[in-house]
């Protein structure tokens, strides 16, 4: 994402922790704007050109406007993913 949880540095980063705390979704997150190379990296990788992504066990699910529309289609979609309560931490993981 850009920025972090805390402090989302767009709109999409900014819906996309909102989406994922509304559903209690435990994530991590990357700052995807300390590293160029990761930046560059992640999105021929994923082959995703924007940001957010959320990844989940290693696959790329989508960003923001995919995930809505799959919590909007289907209210399940995004709580087979729920562990527990938002924990939000600052280390690199999965980018959201």
Known sequence: MKGTPKSPLCRF???MVAVLNE???KYDSFNILVDKGVREGLKE???WPTFPQLWVDGQ???GL???REEV????NFIRQYSVGKAVVTE???VCA
């Open 23 to 25: 559903h209690d979704i």
């Open 45 to 47: 990788f994923g082959d």
């Open 91 to 93: 280390k690199p993981a």
């Open 60 to 62: 790329l699910v989508g």
């Open 13 to 15: 980063s900014r819906r």
């Open 72 to 75: 909007i289609s289907d209210a």
């Open 65 to 67: 406007e995919i995930v």
